[in-house]
Antibody, heavy 117, light 109 residues
Framework: EVQLVESGGGLVQPGGSLRLSCAAS????????MNWVRQAPGKGLEWVSS???????YYPDSVKGRFTISRDNTRSSLYLQMNSLSAEDTAIYYC???????????WGQGTLVTVSS | QSALTQSASVSGSPGQSITISCTGT?????????VSWYQQHPGRAPKLMIY???NRPSGVSNRFSGSKSGNTASLTISGLQAEDEADYYC?????????FGSGTKVTVL
C-alpha cells in the first residue's frame, strides 16, 4: 500500500524559513516523479513543485527562487525547503506521487504551514 | 498561469447525472491529453478519480467518467449518491508544470 506522510509544518514568521518532509513507502520511490501541492484555507489546489526520478526540477513563478524541492532516494523521502515566506504561503502542503499520465495518483494527508507574526 | 475555469457549484438529486466542465486553452487542456480529475471531501486529501482524460484508477466507481472536446474537459457523475458530495478539481499537466482548476462544489440535494 502506498503511503505518503508529510511533516515539518507549523507556525513561522513572515520572512522565515521552513523545511517540509514527506516519507514514502509501499512503492519503489526512486522510479517515480514526486510533487508538492498546496491549498490555502478555503481555496483550491495549487501546484508548488515537481522533481522527476532523474532529478529534473520544476516550479511555478509564484515560488521560484524561494522554494527548493529535493529527494533522497536512499531514505525514500521528499523535501521542500521554503524561504522568504509570506502570508500568501499559508496553506496545507500535500506531497503527491506522480502517475504515468501527468496525474497525481497518491496523496499524503498534508501538513499545515501558517505564516504569521 | 491562471487556474483552469470550473463552474463554482453543481447540484443534483440522488440517481441523477451531473457534468462538471473544466475550460482551459490550447496551451493546456487543448494541447495535450494529460487531464485528470480529483475528488476532495472536507478535511481530506484529494483523491484521483480520472486520469488521461477518460481512465479510472482501480477502485473508482464506473459512475465516474471523463471526456474532452477542444479546450474543455468534463467529468460526469451518473447515478449520483450522497457520498459524491465533495469538491472536484480538474488538472492539466505538461512535462514541466501542472495547472489545477478552480474547483467545483457538488451538492447532492
Amino acid at each position: 500500500e502506498v503511503q505518503l506522510v508529510e511533516s515539518g509544518g507549523g507556525l513561522v514568521q513572515p520572512g522565515g524559513s521552513l523545511r517540509l518532509s514527506c516519507a514514502a513507502s509501499g512503492f519503489t520511490f526512486s522510479t517515480y516523479s514526486m510533487n508538492w501541492v498546496r491549498q490555502a484555507p478555503g481555496k483550491g489546489l495549487e501546484w508548488v513543485s515537481s522533481i522527476s526520478y532523474s532529478n529534473y526540477i520544476y516550479y511555478p513563478d509564484s515560488v521560484k527562487g524561494r522554494f527548493t524541492i529535493s529527494r533522497d532516494n536512499t531514505r525514500s523521502s521528499l523535501y521542500l525547503q521554503m524561504n522568504s515566506l509570506s502570508a500568501e504561503d499559508t496553506a496545507i502542503y500535500y506531497c503527491a506521487k506522480s502517475g504515468y499520465y501527468g496525474d497525481y495518483d497518491h496523496w499524503g494527508q498534508g501538513t499545515l504551514v501558517t505564516v504569521s507574526s | 498561469q491562471s487556474a483552469l475555469t470550473q463552474s463554482a457549484s453543481v447540484s443534483g438529486s440522488p440517481g441523477q447525472s451531473i457534468t462538471i466542465s473544466c475550460t482551459g486553452t490550447s496551451s493546456d487542456i487543448g494541447g495535450h491529453n494529460y487531464v485528470s480529475w480529483y475528488q476532495q471531501h472536507p478535511g481530506r486529501a484529494p483523491k484521483l478519480m480520472i486520469y488521461d482524460i477518460t481512465n479510472r484508477p482501480s477502485g473508482v466507481s464506473n459512475r465516474f467518467s471523463g471526456s474532452k472536446s477542444g479546450n474543455t474537459a468534463s467529468l460526469t457523475i451518473s447515478g449520483l449518491q450522497a457520498e459524491d458530495e465533495a469538491d472536484y478539481y480538474c488538472s492539466s499537466s505538461a512535462y514541466s508544470s501542472t495547472l489545477f482548476g478552480s474547483g467545483t462544489k457538488v451538492t447532492v440535494l
